[in-house]
């Protein structure tokens, strides 16, 4: 909304409200010039009553603007979004899938009955707009949501210049965390939620710690399962090695300070965290899930493990924390004042190579160009005007117009 502008476009947004464990991302929204609309009833949970009320909602604001598009996210917004958008008349709909519930989230007599919803709502949507190809082929191919046919790629396009132009190892977020500059420290950013696994990122701790026992963790975000995590960290021992943070605006210094950040999902679109940190040149460490596969197969951007296979991440994090050169990203096994293991060599400054700076900086670039929000737009900018079948002409909310 905040690149598709006048004259061409006038755009309106609708969101839900955030639940108590959930970040809130409208002050982003309104530093990029754009004031969300905010209907409680569009958020994540489930309420029968309440979401006749919201969709009875959400139809009365479109047939107020009378747009000539409406575009939906998420699974809930894009049932109660669709069917309001074809009850008021609107030329084009379309549903973007960020990743689905079909696996990892629900027992299999519920997410049959969701299967069964997107491929009646996919009968509503004038065009669905996936991440990756493989997420098209997996809703092709796997689920049978619409066909394919009826799917447009468009990798997300997010404004990735603060992640780039980023200084590695400022200090900056472990100074106010408290964590040793020459300590490895691993990350992983997201939703404390069920799907994003983090018990498989506390369980390789263990496994990492054994072999880099200085390393430090940091959990950063929020969500319902962060009570029970906390819990298996300190029955681990591990509370004082781990930092807990909660939902952070400013990511940027976050990843300076990572040696390698993870993610552990049984189930995603394309994960930003990802981009934001290989933007900012901190190695990442993966599980091989939906989305992420092409994200990191495209330009060896990254490590892929099985989902689960804790023993496998945490492997891979090892190998990254000492350079191909022999040159240490950060402490090795003996600790500040030790001596450094036969396969952890190197320099102790926590300095990683020339060479990895040059790699972390081209792949940084790399990722830049890939998803760049400029250019994203503009793919859906000539996106809406093929399926308008003419220039837009934008809604004049919060007024009316005749088409």
């Known amino acids: ?182 300590a490895p420290l691993i990350g992983i950013v997201g939703r404390l939620a069920p799907i994003k696994n983090h018990e498989m990122f506390v369980r390789a701790a263990v496994r990492i710690r054994a072999q880099h026992p200085s390393s430090r963790f940091a959990v950063i975000g929020d969500g319902e399962c962060r009570s029970a995590i906390e819990t298996a960290v300190r029955q681990l021992g591990l509370m004082d090695t781990f930092v807990f943070t909660g939902w952070l605006r400013d990511l940027v210094d976050v990843y300076a300070d990572l040696d390698v950040c993870v993610l552990t999902s049984r189930n995603e679109g394309t994960p930003v965290s990802l981009l934001e940190a290989l933007a900012a040149g901190c190695p990442v460490v993966a599980t091989d899930v939906g989305g992420v596969a092409d994200l990191l197969r495209q330009g060896d951007w990254g490590r892929l493990v099985p989902s689960e296979d804790d023993e496998a991440l945490a492997r891979e994090v090892v190998r990254l924390l000492v350079e191909p050169s022999g040159e240490l990203v950060a402490e090795p096994v003996g600790g500040a004042s030790g001596e450094p293991s036969e396969e952890a060599s190197g320099d102790p400054s926590g300095n990683p190579s020339r060479e990895a700076l040059e790699e972390a900086a081209t792949i940084a670039g790399q990722v830049a160009a890939e998803f760049d929000i400029g250019t994203r737009a503009a793919e859906m900018d000539r996106l809406y005007r093929t399926l308008l079948g003419r220039d837009p002409v934008g809604i004049t909310a919060p007024g009316a117009r005749s088409r």
Request: proline fraction near 8%; aromatic fraction near 8%.
């Open 1 to 182: 909304a905040s690149r598709l502008r006048p004259p061409a476009y006038e755009s309106a947004v609708l969101c839900g409200q955030p639940g108590p464990d959930e970040g809130d991302m409208r002050y982003y929204a309104e530093q990029c010039g754009v004031q969300p609309i905010v209907l409680p009833g569009l958020g994540r949970d489930l309420h029968p009553v309440r979401d006749v009320a919201t969709l009875v909602g959400v139809y009365r604001h479109i047939r107020r603007w009378r747009p000539d598009i409406v575009v939906t996210h998420t699974a809930k917004a894009g049932f109660v979004g669709r069917i309001a958008a074809r009850l008021a008349g609107v030329p084009v709909i379309i549903h973007t899938f960020h990743g689905h519930v079909f696996d990892g989230y629900f027992g299999p007599r519920a997410t049959g009955v969701f299967l069964r919803l997107e491929r009646f709502l996919a009968r509503l949507s004038t065009r669905i707009v996936v991440l990756s190809e493989s997420q098209r082929d997996d809703l092709v191919d796997r689920y049978g949501i619409a066909p394919r046919d009826k799917f447009a790629v468009l990798p997300l396009g997010l404004n990735l210049a603060p992640f780039t132009s980023s200084v590695r190892k400022n200090g900056r977020f472990r100074h106010a965390c408290g964590i040793p500059a020459t």
